[in-house]
């Protein structure tokens, strides 16, 4: 090992170690599966903000993104406002009603717990099939997370990309499993800081030894002019309706991400949500915005082909223009963006077992202290199976991310909204659209053949069958229409 490899070493390893003591402090306070799943409802503003942005951008920030700049050029930037307009409406149309709703209707701590008490589901249909595309999706989204952990440890480390996935997994799962929701939210605190603080002195420093953004939008050019339109593609070829369309469509995933969902539903009360909605949407915007840029930077610098990798060229700029102990703390960064997603993704899927199948399908009577541990275990589980699928060093950050971020969107997204503004909704209505959402990702996936991003014909199916099922069957109880009133009227 160099020297500078054994500082980079040391620096990983003091963050790892305090991650660690976060989550065993964490522990210490986790007396139930309240506080296990939401940290018992406390979270403040500035932490719910951070740690609802950090679970939501993961690896995919400074991995996916970057690299799909680095090869589309001003193409990738239809995405970021997709995401930041995504980010804006959540906060603004879901966060407070969700989490006003959600202690209203049972204390519910899991989306299918919402939606069972919601529509007063006796037949636990609607909270099974719920959990079932949660565990689906979710396999994925974890899986994109391990693989950036690995692309992360074999590019700095020089590991094989096998031995680098199962020591990502290693850490992810220490501190969630002892810690929960508290761990992964104070840790989130810390990766959401981290994260901006890499995102913005990378480029800065970029941009100076390459004598400043003039030198590197003439180098984009150099490389390829068609890199520096925005309704072009990388082979000068129109970009058309549909494909600005599925670009932008990324921000309608944000009404179903229950990693994200479960941010609002942990917030202190709903007075501190304007000021978290305004912290989340600054820090999304500057994360973006970063990450966008660096993607570019990345042209000049490198060459438009000069990486094996593209969604290593965040990692590559660091290597490259950074003193060593520097190098280590950045670099860390990117094992917080990892983590901050992974642990989320983790933890809903775990609370998705213990409270959804195991207490209420097979104990209904476990204790607290039970389902915590059945938690805990879950997590480990799933861990595993994410690993497999991310075994494979083909698998892109990106790609994965696509494809779990459309079927949350579809499943849930069209229910969420519609159970929190229209009080007709029933039972059946929101079992159709989360079906019909989930399955149209799935099965539009394998037959598109014109480039459409998945979520758009997931979203619209599932609004249809909301509509149509909840129209063809009878209103719902006054009781529930009562709690709809209540929830609406309250400020």
Known sequence: MTGNEGIITATFAVYIAVMLAIGFIAYKRTNNLSDYILGGRSLGPCTAALSAGASDMSGWLLLGLPGYALVAGYEATWIAAGLLAGTYLNWLIVARRLRVYSHAVNDSLTLPAYFEFRFEDKSRLLRVISAIFILLFFLFYTSSGLVAAGKLFESTFGLDYQIAVVLGTLIIVSYTFFGGFLAVSWTDLIQGLLMAAALVVVPIVALNSMGGWGEAH???????????????????????????????????????????????????????????????????????????????????????????????????????????????????????????????????????????????????????????????????????????????????????????????????????????????????????????????VVVYKQIDTIGLYEIIPGVILATIAIVVATLLSPPPSQSMEKTFDDVANRR
Request: with cysteine; net charge neutral; proline share 4%.
């Open 218 to 440: 003439s180098a984009m050019e150099a490389a390829n002019p068609n890199l520096l339109t925005f309704f072009t593609d990388m082979e000068g070829e129109p970009l058309g309706f549909i494909a600005i369309v599925s670009l932008l469509a990324w921000g309608l995933g944000y009404f179903g991400q229950p990693h994200v969902l479960a941010r609002f539903k942990a917030i202190r009360d709903e007075a501190a949500l304007p000021t978290a909605r305004r912290i989340a949407v600054v820090w999304t915007g500057v994360c973006l915005i970063a990450a966008l840029i660096i993607g570019w930077i990345g042209v000049g610098f490198f060459g438009e082909t000069g990486l094996a990798d593209p969604e290593t060229v965040f990692l590559s700029l660091i290597q490259a223009l950074m003193h060593p102990v520097v190098a280590g703390i950045l670099l860390a960064a990117v094992l917080a963006a990892i983590m901050s997603t992974a642990d989320s993704q983790l933890l809903v899927s775990s609370s998705a077992l213990a409270e959804d199948f195991y207490k209420a399908l097979f104990r209904k009577d476990a204790t607290q202290s039970q389902l915590v541990w059945v938690g805990r275990f879950a997590v480990v589980g799933i861990a595993i199976l994410a690993l497999l699928f991310a075994f494979n060093p083909e698998s892109t950050v990106l790609g994965l991310v696509s494809y779990a971020w459309a079927g949350f969107g579809a499943a849930f997204g069209p229910a969420i909204i519609l159970s929190l503004f229209w009080k007709r909704m029933n039972r059946n209505g929101a079992l159709a659209g989360i079906i019909v959402g989930g399955v149209t």
